[in-house]
């Protein structure tokens, strides 16, 4: 069965590095795109950016140039990277697999908490 | 960006009653919208995709429909499994933008 799993330090100090990695199974990253979505304290989504199926990435310009999305497919595995964390950087962060727009499997999610 | 600006923010209802949650688009997205349930703790759950199909598993008491900038999700009959929040999400365009989020407690 289709399955995400997001992993990651749970703290990460201001203006350090996020390093996230979504560990997909039952489905293969050169036919699916996943994206990364984020979410404030059960706020609203924040759509954050993708990796397309064939390996091209596009990304939310909210998140400017500290926003990077790569993959290893041998692992079945796609990364977040994202710099110069602020605390507004807190949050949830979710994998989900996107099917012509929308998402149709969503990893549980893991919490990050940007403080020193 | 595509604003979805989605109202109520919370609603109370009772068991069997009837709900609808709006969203509009500030922009036409050509029925290219889909919501999500997320219960407390939980990821979001598709529910409806292209504004009016039921994702795979979904009750039928959940059906959504419009068209062009306006959209809605209707539950029937409403159950106690129904609280949750409910998200929608337009797929028009980049970068894709959620509404805020309709809270659905039981009165």
């Known amino acids: 069965q289709v399955q995400l799993k997001e992993s990651g330090p749970g703290l990460v100090q201001p203006s350090q590095t996020l390093s996230l990695t979504c560990t997909v199974s039952g489905f293969s990253l050169t036919s699916y795109s996943v994206h990364w979505v984020r979410q404030h304290s059960g706020k609203s989504l924040e759509w954050m950016g993708r990796m397309w199926s064939d390996g091209d990435t596009s990304y939310n310009s909210a998140f400017t140039s500290r926003l990077s999305i790569s993959r290893d497919t041998s692992k079945s595995q796609v990364f977040l990277k994202m710099n110069s964390l602020q605390t507004e950087d807190t949050g949830t962060y979710y994998c989900?697999?996107?099917?012509?727009?929308?998402?149709?499997?969503w990893g549980p999610g893991t919490m990050v908490t940007v403080s020193s | 960006d595509i604003q979805m600006t989605q109202s109520p923010a919370s609603l109370s209802a009772s068991l069997g009653e009837t709900v609808t949650i709006e969203c509009r688009a500030s922009?036409?997205?050509?029925?290219?919208l889909a919501w999500y349930q997320q219960k407390p703790g939980n990821s979001p759950q598709l529910l409806i995709y292209d504004a009016n199909s039921l994702a795979d598993g979904v009750p039928s008491r959940f059906s959504g429909s419009g068209s062009g900038t306006q959209y809605s999700l209707k539950i029937n009959s409403l159950q106690s499994e129904d609280v949750a929040s409910y998200f929608c999400?337009?797929?028009?365009?980049?970068?894709?933008?959620f509404g805020a989020g309709t809270k659905l407690e039981l009165k």
């Open positions: 999400q337009q797929y028009n365009n980049y970068p894709y933008t």
């Open positions: 989900a697999r996107n099917y012509k727009g929308y998402f149709d499997f």
């Open positions: 922009e036409d997205i050509y029925s290219n």
